[in-house]
């Protein structure tokens, strides 16, 4: 079991929280009960960003052996299938192929390379930027469902969830690549060894933190319930 530091989960539990406030708005647009908020101008991907550094740099510090790393790369894409499985069903003009768990998923055995203490720092950061470069050159390249994972979908393709590997498991490289400076060998570095003991304040956010793929998988859900109760007639002249 790795080591767990509560600014790491404070940050992880922050830019969950963000990820619900936007799916909130998100389900309160998509059902037609409010209007002013606009999923097109108003993009998530500053929390996903966040949440998806925060994976790679966690990698770090589970210090896992390869096959444990493995192991959780596949339960993060079970339960991924099961998000395109029920997203599908509901959903099916825009359900999610490979969104933010996917990736993560994937990203966790891709990663695996990089995550042994004899890979230096800069590796996985200047495979990260190269990635994140590379994503600028596919843009507007048309691919096919095989390709959708690397960020070449085809024309017409649309998800209410898309995190390919091309940018953002570069983001995630560059995670990793965090978690080896500030917390070499799955300790913290000389400067963040003087930070405190945790503040109460943060209790709530680092219990969201250490929690967060339970509550990935059952925020939507939840939110799409409540505004259900709240607003019956909008949810099922959508659904139905």
Request: with cysteine; hydrophobic share 55%.
């Amino acid at each position: 079991m790795g080591a767990r530091y509560y600014e790491v989960d404070a940050v992880r539990g922050t830019a969950l929280l963000l990820m619900v406030l936007y799916h909130i708005l998100f389900c309160l647009y998509f059902f037609g009960i409010i209007r002013w908020f606009d999923p097109q101008a108003v993009s998530g991907a500053a929390g996903a960003a966040v949440f998806i550094f925060i994976a790679g740099l966690s990698l770090i510090l589970a210090g896992r052996k390869p096959a444990r790393t493995v192991k959780r790369g596949l339960q993060l894409l079970f339960f991924a299938l099961i998000i395109t499985a029920v997203t599908g069903i509901i959903y099916p003009q825009g359900f999610v192929v490979f969104g933010i768990l996917h990736l993560i998923g994937c990203g966790t055995i891709l990663a695996i390379p990089f995550l042994s203490g004899k890979v230096q720092w800069f590796i996985p950061a200047v495979s990260g930027i190269g990635i994140i470069i590379l994503s600028c050159f596919l843009q507007g390249v048309s691919g096919n469902l095989l390709l959708l994972p690397f960020g070449m979908p085809y024309p017409g393709f649309t998800s209410i969830d898309y995190e390919p590997l091309i940018p953002w498991f570069g983001v995630m490289l560059l995670g990793v690549s965090a978690g080896k400076i500030l917390y070499p060998a799955g300790k913290r570095c000389t400067f963040l060894s003087r930070l405190p003991e945790m503040p109460t304040v943060l209790r709530p956010l680092c219990f969201a933190g250490r929690h967060t793929l339970l509550i990935y998988l059952l925020h939507v859900p939840v939110i799409i319930l409540g505004v259900f109760l709240l607003f019956p007639d909008a949810v099922l002249s959508v659904l139905f």
